[in-house]
């Protein structure tokens, strides 16, 4: 990841990548190749990037991240029927 940026000047990151799940379900009936899909796309991505963009903006002292979050961790707590796609947008 860090060669892939190596010698760009990032100012803006913002960490849109999301994924969900097709439709409403308990957790107990999320396949586990959907929320390990979940975790590794919205927590794994969003981290590996923001880890690799930030050291440079820390040198340079400056530099904007936005990481997209959801309602579905806000406005519902704790989101039933989208328990672990909220947990990744907590
Ligand atoms: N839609 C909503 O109602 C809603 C509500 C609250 C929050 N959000 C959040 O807002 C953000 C955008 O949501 P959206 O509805 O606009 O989603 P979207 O239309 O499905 O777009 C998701 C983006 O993530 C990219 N992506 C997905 N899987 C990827 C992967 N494995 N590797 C690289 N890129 C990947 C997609 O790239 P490609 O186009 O190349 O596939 C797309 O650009 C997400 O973080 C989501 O959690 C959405």
């Known amino acids: 990841m860090e060669m892939t940026i190596e010698g760009l000047d990032i100012g803006v990151l913002i960490n849109n990548v999301g994924v969900t799940y097709p439709g409403a379900m308990f957790f107990h009936e999320v ?7 979940v975790v590794k796309i ?3 991505g969003t981290n590996l990037v923001t880890m690799a963009v930030l050291p440079g903006m820390i040198r340079r002292r400056k530099g904007v991240i936005v990481n997209m979050g959801s309602g579905a961790s806000i406005v519902v707590p704790s ?3 989208y328990s672990i796609y909220a947990a990744t947008k907590a």
Do not use: G, V
């Open 31 to 37: 396949d586990e190749n959907i929320w390990k899909n």
């Open 42 to 44: 919205n927590l794994e």
């Open 79 to 81: 989101h039933p029927l």
